[in-house]
């Protein structure tokens, strides 16, 4: 055997056992880290599987308290609840988003009446109750800014008045978070947070979202509001605009495609950094494990702490609630 030269550092070592490797491991999920989105149906007792999104359901009002009552038990404790708009209910306006009787907005209360405790954040977008399928107001095909921002407004006041935590503004109109905080404020909400979607990209990887919210835009698509994949210097200019404007917290979405983004944030502004681990990066997995060709389990860790390292304090994620059954 040939002589060895003397090694006085060996990686090695600190990988030897598994206790070893958890005493030093440097990145770690908890579930305090994550919020678990969840799809409304009108119909109180339905239940509906997502195609696309396997192991995903779109659940009436009361399987969802169910839900998320065993959610709790896990240590999951803070969900963004989206509403299934049936297509009868959707006009140019999206005037269903801010009417009191509207199912939404009476579940939201009763989500908030029987469980407290938890954290439910909202989506404050025109995309669920539009009949044009856009975040925002469209006229002669263009997405009007400023008009929208009037109502988002009314959505994110009808919102915050059922009683929810966090708003998160999706809608990447400029000059939202402003408009909403100023809205709130000057009603009495001074306490309910905003968590903006600042970088949030035209990205693939929304279609099985739009597949369970059936909100698909009906024509063109959202490249002139959603970030250009392209650009990555813009999301600073996003996150100075909504650190301004009085965001409590800063997202990135999607997040794979998106980790350098993550980080970009993370290392210049002291807010908390949230990131969406949205639908298609969900059912990529979902639908791999399926056909047996990865492990379902070892990709959604490995994932999951990919985003964390990137420096993510939250993940939204369709993972969350497999991946704390996974830690009991």
């Known amino acids: 055997m040939p002589k060895f030269e003397r090694m006085d550092r060996r990686p090695r070592r600190n990988r ?28 109180p007792t339905g239940k509906i599987e997502v195609n696309s999104m396997p192991g995903i359901f779109r659940l009436g009002i009361e399987p969802l308290l169910k839900e998320i009552e065993e959610c709790l038990t896990l240590g999951i404790h803070t969900f963004d609840v989206f509403p299934v708009v049936e297509e009868h209910h959707k006009n140019t306006h999206a005037t269903k988003s801010w009417d009191p009787q509207f199912f939404y907005l009476k579940a939201l209360k009763e989500i908030k009446r029987t469980f407290p405790e938890a954290c ?4 404050v977008a ?39 935590d966090i708003l998160g503004p999706s809608d990447m109109m400029d000059g939202r978070v402003g408009y909403l905080r100023d809205m709130l404020d000057s009603n009495g909400f001074k306490d309910v947070s905003i ?26 698509d959202k ?58 990066e969900y059912a990529m997995i979902a639908a791999a494990a399926e056909k047996g060709w990865i492990d379902y389990n070892s990709a959604m860790n490995e994932t999951l702490l990919s985003i964390k390292r990137a420096g993510a304090d939250i993940i939204l994620t369709y993972f969350a609630k497999k991946w704390a059954k996974q830690q009991k």
């Open 16 to 43: 030897k056992s598994g206790n070893i490797r958890a005493l030093v491991q440097e990145t770690k999920v908890n579930t305090d880290d994550l919020i678990f989105p969840l799809f409304l149906l009108e119909k």
């Open 120 to 123: 439910i954040m909202t989506d």
């Open 126 to 164: 025109m995309d669920p109750y539009s009949s044009d399928g856009h975040d925002g107001l469209v006229k002669d095909g263009k997405i009007l800014n400023d008009e929208s921002l009037e109502i988002l407004g009314k959505m994110a006041l009808a919102q915050a008045e059922t009683g929810i």
């Open 195 to 220: 968590m903006s979607y600042t970088a949030k990209y035209a990205s693939a990887f929304y279609g099985p979202f739009r597949d369970a919210l059936d909100s698909a835009p009906k024509s063109g």
């Open 223 to 280: 490249k002139t509001y959603q970030m250009d994949p392209a650009n990555r210097n813009e999301a600073l200019i996003e996150a100075d605009l909504d650190v301004e404007e009085g965001a409590d917290f800063l997202m990135v979405k999607p997040a794979l495609a998106y980790l350098d983004i993550i980080r970009l944030l993370k290392d210049n502004y002291s807010l908390p950094i949230a990131a969406y681990n949205v639908s298609g």
